[in-house]
């Protein structure tokens, strides 16, 4: 089954402390991993993808194939990283053409 | 950068009755769009992707009766949720992408929350 999995539905951490939002996906092939953001009152944006290996606002995630996962990592935390994070995946029985979302975190980065 | 609006943001509607939910592309065009819905705490589940001028392409368990897609422009989107009941009630997100776009580069609307009484 095509499936993403987020954890934790909230993390709490404080300001300049180290987050770590767990993604876990089952997918047979080689799917695409994606990290979306939704900030209060905006739309969901793209975040990062696996493909691109690049840093976004501190952000980082690297795939690991062999646990299936794909966690979305930055060393210190700042108040504007607050945000609901939802990971997600597209892959080959879909053309690449779908997204498949886990069910997000909400990040609260306090002061 | 690139703009998706839906109407209404929030509706409320009785048993029985249908809703329409437009989304509009306003600064491209949007030949692919894509429908979801999302229960409260839970993922974004899609629903239906549209090619502007064709059938929309339903994903399995979604009702096409029920979710009518209609996609007859190049900005233009329409969710029609026909004979709606309360467990119809939830989020529903729509987003477009241009040609040569990847899925992953969709651009999202705000979405309409829906309440069936």
């Known amino acids: 089954a095509q499936r993403v999995t987020q954890p934790e539905k909230l993390l709490s951490v404080f300001k300049g402390a180290p987050v770590e939002l767990k993604c876990n996906y089952s997918?047979?092939?080689?799917?695409?991993l994606f990290w979306y953001v939704q900030y209060s009152r905006q739309r969901l944006q793209l975040l990062l993808r696996?493909?691109s290996r690049e840093s976004i606002k501190g952000f980082t995630a690297d795939l690991n194939k062999g646990e299936t996962s794909f966690h979305l990592k930055k060393p210190f935390a700042q108040e504007e990283d607050s945000a609901m994070y939802y990971c997600?995946?597209?892959?080959?029985?879909?053309?690449?053409?779908?997204?498949?979302f886990g069910a997000g975190t909400r990040l609260a980065v306090h002061p | 950068g690139a703009v998706v609006s839906q109407h209404p943001s929030r509706v409320i509607c009785k048993s029985g009755t249908s809703v329409k939910i437009e989304c509009r592309s306003l600064?491209?065009?949007?030949?692919?769009m894509f429908w979801y819905r999302q229960f409260p705490k839970q993922s974004l589940m899609l629903m239906a992707t549209?090619?502007?001028?064709?059938?929309?392409?339903?994903e399995q368990g979604v009702e096409k009766d029920k979710f009518l897609i209609n996609h007859a422009s190049l900005t233009l989107s329409t969710l029609t949720v026909t004979s709606a009941h309360p467990e119809d009630s939830s989020f529903y997100i729509c987003?477009?992408?241009?040609?040569?776009?990847?899925?992953?580069?969709?651009?999202f609307g705000p979405g309409t929350r829906l309440t069936v009484t």
């Open positions: 987003s477009g992408i241009t040609p040569g776009q990847r899925s992953y580069e969709q651009y």
């Open positions: 549209s090619n502007e001028g064709s059938k929309a392409t339903y």
């Open positions: 997918y047979s092939g080689s799917p695409e």
């Open positions: 600064d491209f065009q949007a030949t692919t």
């Open positions: 696996h493909i």
């Open positions: 997600a995946l597209s892959g080959p029985s879909g053309g690449y053409n779908k997204l498949i």
